[in-house]
């Protein structure tokens, strides 16, 4: 099974920050990345697909880079709105989503 | 509007059996491919179960195999996630979500239920 590892768990900064996560597969996982925003008591949100694609809908201080085994979110300018939790998930062989960061205000 | 909307539900004893089901609404539900996915009090999203477009496929995260069962009814245009013999570590929240496939970009989770709450608990 591929294991997905994110970090931070967790990390705080403030409003207009640049922040970057980041995903590691445990085997290559070509581009099959996707990135998930969720806030408390509601459903995840599809940000990023396929590494780099962002989703409809979703603001452009939003992107996704890497392959392969490493991958990173970068979130430019941080909005009040973008304090939640984030998760990757790869759909090379069935499905794992990493264990979560937390972005919270500092 | 894609409408998906769990229910079943509950607290059961362990080693008890639940029914989860999941009702879709707004789009064409026989070619999506369908999944659960869980998350327990305060931790993270666990995915436990895919199943194909015509049901032919199923797969499953290894600490359920054996005792879930995806199925799903096209004419129904229904999900349905059959959970025997629970465990307390499968207390959580049980979300029915569609997968979007492309050939250029494999699939992610496009739409997500809103969840229904399972406790198994004595």
């Known amino acids: 099974d591929i294991q997905m590892t994110q970090s931070p768990s967790s990390l705080s900064t403030s409003v207009g920050d640049r922040v970057t996560i980041t995903c590691r597969a445990s085997?290559?996982?070509?581009?099959?990345l996707n990135w998930y925003q969720q806030k408390p008591g509601k459903a995840p949100k599809l940000l990023i697909y396929?590494?780099?694609n962002l989703q409809s809908g979703v603001p452009s201080r939003f992107s996704g880079s890497g392959s392969g085994t490493d991958f990173t979110l970068t979130i430019t300018s941080l909005q009040p709105e973008d304090f939640a939790t984030y998760y990757c998930?790869?759909?090379?062989?069935?499905?794992?989503f990493g264990q979560g960061t937390k972005v919270e205000i500092k | 509007e894609v409408q998906l909307v769990e229910s079943g539900g509950g607290l059961v004893q362990p080693g008890g059996s639940l029914r989860l089901s999941c009702a879709a609404s707004?789009?064409?539900?026989?070619?999506?491919?369908m999944n659960w996915v869980r998350q327990a009090p305060g931790k993270g999203l666990e995915w436990v179960s895919y199943?194909?477009?015509?049901?032919?496929?199923?797969l499953y995260t290894d600490s359920v195999k054996g005792r879930f069962t995806i199925s799903r009814d096209n004419a129904k245009n229904s999900l349905y996630l059959q959970m025997n013999s629970l465990r307390a570590e499968d207390t959580a929240v049980y979300y029915c979500?569609?997968?979007?496939?492309?050939?250029?970009?494999?699939?992610?989770?496009?739409?997500w239920g809103q969840g229904a709450l399972v406790t198994v608990s004595s």
């Open positions: 979500a569609r997968d979007y496939r492309s050939q250029e970009f494999g699939t992610r989770i496009d739409y």
């Open positions: 707004g789009f064409t539900f026989n070619i999506y491919e």
């Open positions: 199943i194909s477009t015509s049901g032919s496929t199923v």
């Open positions: 085997q290559s996982i070509s581009r099959y």
């Open positions: 396929a590494a780099s």
């Open positions: 998930q790869q759909s090379y062989s069935s499905r794992t």
